[in-house]
């Protein structure tokens, strides 16, 4: 028996309490020890050693019983699609996305771990469609105040009512 085996466990059995002892016997889940044949689903008593399992309230359940027989605390829903979301859930703005369904409004690009801007409107934006978007216009000119390429901030003059280029504001106020 090599000492320095990842599979070699002595304990107490989370589930059964009985000691644990010997190679490929055990596992570690959520960080307690069972027996291989103790670590099992509490619907349908599959064993769940390397296998997916999901913790609901104590109680471990497989993949299957966790999604499709009721103990699902609250599906996720993929605020995009609307379809039920059954693998990696990301989330953002305080909703869930299947990840390929986070996407810019404007070009579609996914944007998962990618950055990203809300518009006034609530919509998920890529960083350059937001400032095309959402950018204010210039008093003078009427054109988007923009970030200078390769820069993510924008540089503006704000007077009076009004936003403008540096290079378009003049200072200059009519007294009527």
Known sequence: MDPTSASLYFGSCTRCS??????GRACRAMGHLFHNK????????KKLNGKPFYSVSGLIYCEEDFMFSGVHPSPEVCNSCGNLITDLVLQARGKSYHPSCFRCVVCSQRLEGQPFSVGSDCRVYCVSDYHRVQAPRCAACRMPILPTEGSTETIRVASFNGNYHVECYSGEVDLI
Not at 18 to 23: C, F, I, L, N, S
């Open 18 to 23: 009985k000691a644990v002892y010997g190679a």
């Open 38 to 45: 103790c670590f099992t689903c509490s619907v349908c008593s």
